[in-house]
C-alpha cells in the first residue's frame, strides 16, 4: 500500500472539496471503465474498512466513498476490521516493554489464542454500534454480506447475539494465531460463518509509515481496501485502496 500511495502522489489529480478538504487521485484513473467494462450482475465487489478508533462518522463516510468511488449503489461484502488498540505499530503495540510483549505473543501464537481490543474501554460496545450503522445499509439492500475481522470467540458471540444483521464472514490473522482455535471455529461452524483468514495488520498506516510518506503532519483517519472480481471466471478486474487523512496540527 505504500507504494501505491507513492504513485498516487506522484501522478495525482487533486480536488478541493469544503470546506477544507482536498481529494487526491491518481491520474489517467481507469477504475470506473474496469467496473463498467461487464454488467453489474457479472462482477463481485467486496471490501474490507480498517478502522482504528470509534467513529461512526467515519465508518459512514469510508461506506460512502466506497460508493462513490466505484459508482455502484451496492457492495456484495463488506468486512469491517476494528482494533481500537492500535497505537502506532503494526501489532497494536505501544512499543513499551517490547521483550516481554514478544515473548507473550509468541507464547499465544503457539497456543492458538486470539486477543481483540485488549486494554480498550467498552471495545465491544462500540462495535456493537459501529455494526449497527452497518446493518442498515444492508437493511437497505445496499451491502449484501457483513463479515468482521479478528473477533476472539466470546466477542464474537456477543456481537452475534446482539446483532440483526449476524456477520456471515469471520476473518483471523494466523500470524497472530497459528492454529485456528477450536471455540471460534465450533461457533462459526455452528452459526454458518464462513471462517477465513488473512494477512493484514492491525494497523496500515502507522506513525512510522506516514513519517516515511512525509505525512508526519496526518493521521489515518480510516482505510478501506476493495476488490471486483468477474464471478463466472474469477478474474480480479480492480482493486485499490481509500484512504482518508486528518492533519493531526
Known amino acids: 500500500m505504500t507504494d501505491c500511495l507513492r504513485s498516487t502522489f506522484g501522478e495525482a489529480d487533486v480536488t478541493d472539496l469544503p470546506p477544507s478538504r482536498r481529494l487526491i487521485t491518481r491520474r489517467?484513473?481507469?477504475l470506473l471503465e474496469k467496473v463498467k467494462e461487464h454488467p453489474r450482475a457479472d462482477i463481485k465487489?467486496?471490501?474490507?474498512?480498517?478502522?482504528?478508533?470509534?467513529?461512526?462518522?467515519?465508518l459512514t463516510e469510508a461506506v460512502e466513498k466506497l460508493f462513490e468511488t466505484l459508482n455502484v449503489s451496492y457492495l456484495d461484502n463488506l468486512i469491517l476490521a476494528y482494533h481500537p488498540t492500535a497505537t502506532g505499530s503494526s501489532n497494536g503495540t505501544d512499543g513499551t516493554n517490547g521483550g516481554a510483549q514478544s515473548d507473550e505473543q509468541e507464547s499465544d501464537v503457539r497456543?492458538?489464542?486470539?486477543?481483540?481490543?485488549?486494554?480498550?474501554?467498552n471495545a465491544v460496545g462500540n462495535l456493537k454500534k459501529l455494526?449497527?450503522?452497518?446493518?442498515?445499509?444492508?437493511?437497505?439492500?445496499?451491502?449484501?454480506q457483513l463479515g468482521i475481522a479478528d473477533l476472539d470467540a466470546d466477542s464474537l458471540k456477543e456481537l452475534y447475539d446482539a446483532s440483526t444483521v449476524h456477520p456471515s464472514i469471520a476473518q483471523i490473522n494466523l500470524a497472530a494465531c497459528c492454529v485456528v482455535p477450536p471455540q471460534l471455529q465450533a461457533y462459526c461452524n455452528q452459526n454458518e460463518i464462513q471462517l477465513l483468514?488473512?494477512?493484514?495488520?492491525?494497523e496500515?498506516?502507522?506513525r512510522e509509515v506516514l513519517n516515511e510518506l512525509e505525512l508526519a503532519s496526518?493521521?489515518?483517519?480510516w482505510t478501506s481496501r476493495y476488490q471486483v472480481?468477474?464471478?463466472?471466471?474469477?478474474?480480479?478486474?480492480?482493486?485499490?485502496?481509500?484512504?482518508?487523512?486528518?492533519?493531526?496540527n
Do not use: M
Open 28 to 30: 489517467n484513473n481507469d
Open 45 to 58: 465487489i467486496g471490501a474490507k474498512i480498517f478502522l482504528n478508533r470509534f467513529s461512526e462518522p467515519a
Open 111 to 121: 497456543e492458538g489464542v486470539i486477543e481483540w481490543a485488549v486494554g480498550s474501554d
Open 131 to 144: 455494526w449497527a450503522l452497518l446493518e442498515r445499509y444492508a437493511g437497505d439492500g445496499k451491502i449484501g
Open 197 to 202: 483468514t488473512h494477512s493484514d495488520p492491525q
Open 204 to 206: 496500515l498506516l502507522p
Open 218 to 221: 496526518y493521521g489515518a483517519g
Open 229 to 248: 472480481h468477474i464471478k463466472c471466471r474469477g478474474v480480479l478486474a480492480a482493486k485499490g485502496f481509500i484512504v482518508s487523512l486528518d492533519r493531526t
